[in-house]
């Protein structure tokens, strides 16, 4: 080796690599600072949709994570028998996977979301080219139950009806971007907890359910409203729908009719002409009127049902008597009137927190007939939709104070931190407290004596109105002889604690709402107030005694425990212990589904209290 | 008449540059693992134990390297080529051989697992050193011929597992000691010319290594395909900026780059360190080379000097071709950044590569010290 050569060419090899260092230098100055290297914009990750829950916890929607199978074309060898072995695992038809296997790509869906014993066994196949990717499912474990409130989600988990939709960024935390605790960044999902009470919506959508079937009609909604809070705990309606299936129901289906539906109410909007009447002209209390089954106003003929006689102004009510009421509003002016259900808030939306709400139909003053004056007072010429009809009775419940209805209890994280919880959205008194007594009165002695026998209850005392209208057909511009009926209400007639609007849409037996939908608010009323922990009336077997959930310490009563963790049920009964000496027993775990004795029975002094959870 | 010269110390400074290197290689290849291995095998530090083992191995090796004598080496290259042929050919043979992503590249004694061609680059460049340095006694044709066929051999051989990575390093180092060994420049240029079909045929015949050029040239054009690797590093680099987001909080190594604590481990130093953490490490190879360069000139024999130079070559040349992939530089191979890198063979192989530098550098002059003639006599 020639020693001089050797250092001339170690030489050279040393600029060689020091050119390549000065060059690799400026390349890295490049990528650490330099623009010009586009960066593809990161996206946060998708966690997962928040749960939605009811008011007690139970989840009545969440995502579950589960596998979808996708192919990469270009992996496989031989499309036809990966698409016959496919077929036969999966089902889908051999010729649509195999032309899915021959297209030219990269990624192509075969079947999204599968169950894990389907991926499994395509898993067992071992063909190449074929890959997984988590995703999430929506599930309602409840299938129906409040269906029509909870929407539904998308193939890709965009939210499409309901809830769902109207809070999709919130579920999918699209408003919040949050670093997690291995520092990614992941979109901030939220659960979302319902006012909704499971127990009172499968109460509300059972009783639907059988009374649809008696009556053949063609839909049915309920409503019920916590009197005080707005809360709404039960949105019924049917014919209803699975949304873990929803794509295979229509629209009609799917819609929620208490919500986005408005009819004509008919004679339960004579409430709120008492309301008027009593606001501007009291001395009408005092007044009788004379029915003769039928009542001429503008040269316009309207039918009572009977002749009624002579009525004072409970009577016309009781009797839901359309000359009395055409009679008695004759005084009242327009304006007054307009006023009055404005305040009730009809004629504008309640801001429940469900998409696609209506506003119903109110005309301004200015647009009204000679004739309308009378037509609205006896619920026509208007249209309401059930939450509207609910919140407005819910005022005359709670002793003239408006409460705006409300369907969502809190937004939480997932580790349970409240962001937003509930608080009533209180409109203010609508009408005087003595005149809502007084409307009262009325609606008990339509319960008691009235149109509303049937829905009188041997538990609970209701108060509440019945209405009957025709149904106005668009097309053919006219009144038609299908009706809608319906009966408002609340219960127990004082201290009201649930007020409750049912719909029955076209029964088949075109019945009035008095022998339709009255009774079903009876049967209703009487298995959500015990449940409640409401006191009934006594003089019959069982009697419940009014309980509260705070008030434990209230001797000799069993509290409602149900929904009730470990610790907040150990609280309640050592405490129980201590005043009556009684033993506990708790069996299971999560939440309290069951006691004994149950809630307002009562307790014998060192008697035994069972307490099952799930 | 007693020869009272004794060898000296080994070089200091790149014993110290090549323990930081080892180092950081440490502390770097369990960040970029820890996610991952916690995936996989519910423990994060299941790599770094393993590193650790190899590390405490790899020093040994390193230490025991360095107290034999070099001159050795030239009486066994023939040997030590048999050797890397058997294990080369072994690799390749189904059931004895494994690896990953179709490929084969590891052979598994009990519970190691052995790269055979980390070792197989060692004993070409002792046999490639020891054919140069010696005096030319025949032909230049003859010093070309015979050892490219062995080369050409050892290529294919590499070529089939298929390592590309590999198997351009050795290129490239086999012709940088070709030529710092004097080797006529007209040779070298006809050599080239005459090898350009072969790349031709070697890079169209298989056409994923096409791909890879056309997405090294535009790495957008497929960005979720092939170009998807080489953007996610530029990710990494680009969040590191200048002094990096911290060790163990960078995010691209988790499910986005490839091989984060092999092949693509400059990209998560690169984000968590930026660009201070960059440029160190590729001067810290630069310090490495030069001290290898340093070593080269001062060896006492052609053989010391031309070993010393390839050695060193070895270990700089894989290391810009790690660094030149993970940067967008070079088209996508993998190939593990030396000292660095989490993997035992390439880890043993480069300490042992250190540890011959190192005793080279024991024989330089100025590292000779006098001993008294009583501990000559005693230790005779």
């Known amino acids: ?614 | 008449m007693i020869d009272t010269r004794r060898r000296g110390e080994p070089d200091l400074l790149l014993f110290v540059a090549v323990f930081a290197l080892a180092g950081i290689g440490i502390a770097m290849s369990y960040s970029a693992s820890a996610v991952m291995a916690y995936r996989i095998y519910g423990d994060s530090f299941f790599f770094l134990k393993k590193q650790v083992l190899w590390f405490i191995i790899s020093l040994g090796a390193l230490l025991a390297v360095q107290n034999i004598d070099y001159r050795n080496y030239a009486k066994y290259t023939k040997l030590m080529l048999l050797l890397s042929l058997i294990l080369l050919v072994m690799v390749l043979v189904p059931g004895i051989g494994t690896g990953a992503k179709g490929s084969s590249r590891w052979l598994v004694f009990g519970p190691m697992r052995i790269q055979p061609s980390e070792f197989v680059k060692l004993a070409v460049v002792i046999y490639l050193v020891k054919i140069y340095s010696a005096d030319a006694s025949e032909s230049h044709v003859m010093r070309l011929l015979i050892p490219m066929i062995v080369l050409a051999t050892i290529f294919i051989l590499v070529m089939m597992q298929p390592d590309f990575g590999t198997a351009i390093d050795l290129l490239f180092v086999s012709v940088f000691i070709m030529f710092v060994s004097g080797f006529p420049l007209l040779y070298m240029i006809l050599l080239g010319v005459i090898s350009v079909p072969m790349f031709y045929l070697l890079i169209y015949q298989v056409s994923y290594r096409w791909d890879r050029i056309i997405s090294y040239l535009d790495p957008w054009h497929d960005r979720y395909g092939l170009g998807y690797h080489v953007i996610q590093s530029f990710t990494a680099f680009k969040k590191g900026g200048l002094i990096g987001t911290g060790l163990g909080f960078g995010t691209q190594k988790i499910a986005r780059l490839p091989e984060p604590h092999t092949d693509f481990i400059f990209a998560v130093i690169a984000e968590e360190t930026g660009l201070a953490g960059t440029v160190s490490i590729a001067l810290l190879f630069c310090f490495v080379f030069w001290r290898g360069v340093q070593i080269a000139l001062e060896a006492p024999d052609d053989f010391g000097r031309l070993l010393a130079l390839g050695l060193s070559l070895l270990i700089i040349v894989q290391a810009f071709i790690n660094m030149g992939v993970v940067t967008g530089s070079l088209p996508t191979t993998g190939i593990p950044l030396p000292f660095i890198s989490y993997g035992g063979s390439s880890l043993l192989s480069s300490m042992i590569a250190a540890g011959i530098l190192l005793n080279i550098s024991r024989y330089r002059d100025a590292a000779y010290r006098e001993v008294s003639f009583d501990e000559v006599w005693h230790n005779e």
């Open chain 1, 1 to 614: 080796m020639n020693k001089t050569l050797f250092r001339r060419r170690i030489y050279v090899t040393g600029l060689i690599f020091s050119v390549i260092m000065f060059f690799f230098t400026l390349r890295l100055f490049d990528l650490h600072f330099s623009d010009k290297i586009k960066l593809p914009e990161t996206r946060p990750l998708d966690t997962g949709r928040g749960i939605i829950t009811d008011r007690g916890g139970y989840i009545l929607a969440m995502s579950i994570e589960q596998e979808s199978l996708y192919a990469n074309p270009e992996e496989i060898d031989d499309p036809d028998s990966a698409a016959v072995q496919l077929s036969q695992v999966t089902g889908i038809p051999v010729s649509a996977i195999k032309e899915k296997l021959l297209k030219k790509t990269k990624f192509v869906w075969i079947r999204r979301k599968l169950d894990d014993s389907m991926a499994e066994s395509v898993r067992s196949l071992k063909l190449k080219g074929l890959h997984f990717l988590r995703e999430y499912r929506r599930v309602y474990p409840y299938r129906e139950l409040a269906a029509n409130v909870l929407g539904f989600v998308g193939m890709d988990n965009k939210g499409l009806e309901g809830m769902e939709y109207r809070y999709n960024n919130l579920l999918s935390g699209r408003d919040e971007v949050v670093t997690d605790d291995i520092s990614r960044k992941v979109y901030s999902k939220k659960n979302l907890r319902l006012t909704i009470d499971r127990y009172i919506q499968h109460v509300a959508e059972h009783e639907l359910d059988s009374a649809m079937k008696t009556h053949g009609a063609t839909q049915g909604a309920v409503i019920i409203m916590e009197v005080g809070t707005g809360r709404i705990l039960a949105v019924a309606k049917r014919p209803g729908y699975d949304p873990n299936w929803y794509f295979r129901y229509d629209g009609r289906r799917i819609s929620n009719f208490s919500i986005v539906d408005a009819f004509e109410p008919g004679s339960t909007l004579k409430l709120f002409s008492m309301a008027s009447l009593l606001e501007y002209r009291p001395d009408a209390l005092g007044r009788s009127y004379y029915c003769d089954g039928k009542v001429e106003v503008n040269g316009v003929v309207i039918k009572c049902l009977h002749k009624h006689g002579t009525l004072d102004i409970f009577g016309v009510i009781r009797e839901s008597c359309n000359s009395g009421v055409i009679q008695s509003v004759k005084s009242l002016e327009k304006d007054e009137m307009y006023s009055t259900l404005k305040k009730f808030g009809f004629g504008e939306i309640t801001g429940i927190e469900l998409p696609g709400e209506t506003g119903g139909i109110l005309r301004p003053v200015s647009k009204w007939s000679g004739l309308s004056k009378y037509s609205i007072s006896i619920g026509h010429e208007i249209s309401v939709t059930s939450v509207q009809m609910a919140a407005a009775v819910g005022a005359i419940a709670n002793g003239g104070v408006y409460v705006y209805p409300s369907i969502i209890e809190s937004v939480e994280r997932p580790d349970g931190t409240v962001i937003k919880g509930f608080y009533p959205r209180i409109k203010g008194r609508v009408m005087k407290y003595e005149h809502a007594r007084t409307v009262t009165q009325m609606m008990r002695d339509v319960v008691k004596s009235g149109t509303g026998r049937r829905g009188e209850s041997v538990y609970y005392e209701i108060a509440g109105k019945t209405g009957t209208s025709q149904k106005f057909i668009m097309a053919e511009g006219a009144y038609s002889d299908r009706n809608v009926s319906s009966f408002v209400g609340f219960a127990p007639w004082i201290n009201p604690r649930i007020c409750m609007v049912v719909v029955i849409d076209d029964p088949e037996d075109r019945v009035t709402g008095g022998a339709s939908a009255a009774p079903l608010f009876a049967r209703i009323t009487d298995r959500v107030l015990p449940y409640m922990g409401a006191g009934s009336r006594s003089g019959h077997a069982g009697t419940v005694k009014s309980t509260s959930r705070l008030v434990y310490r209230s001797s000799g009563v069993m509290p409602d425990l149900r929904g009730m963790t470990v610790g907040q049920v150990s609280i309640v009964l050592r405490a129980l212990e201590d005043t009556a000496g009684v033993k506990y027993y708790i069996k299971g775990s999560g939440r309290v589904y069951g006691q004994r004795p149950g809630p307002g029975s009562v307790v014998t002094k060192n008697g035994t209290i069972l307490v099952y959870m799930r």
